[in-house]
């Protein structure tokens, strides 16, 4: 789906993407994102939509990015986090498993 973001918040991304550039050398994809995201709250937008803009902000610059440890957290070690985040597909397999028995997942190449 094509979200239209407004100029504003495009060259709000642009800004705060040159900016983290200039003053940490990389970029934070989610703390960049929530803090547009709050400057922006007019529009509505969910803060998974504005990463995908940071994102390719990020890519044009050719900027090293960064997500923050809650991130990579809730990516890695589900169980330490408040809710589940790992994506339909996983808990399925772990409903259909027997515990303790690893589940191996087709790799298919193209």
Do not use: W
């Amino acid at each position: 789906m094509l979200i239209g973001f407004s100029d504003r918040l495009r060259d709000d991304a642009h800004c705060k993407v040159q900016q983290a550039l200039r003053e940490n050398g990389i970029v934070d994809i989610v703390g960049l994102s929530e803090a547009i995201r709050l400057e922006n709250i007019e529009h509505n937008f969910a803060r998974e939509d504005i990463e995908t803009l940071v994102m390719q902000v990020a890519q044009i610059y050719g900027a090293p990015i960064e997500f923050d440890e809650r991130t990579l957290t809730a990516l890695d070690m589900p169980d330490l986090c408040d809710r589940d985040n790992r994506n339909d597909l996983e808990r399925i397999l772990d409903e259909r498993t027997t515990p303790g028995v690893p589940v191996e997942m087709l790799q298919l190449e193209e």
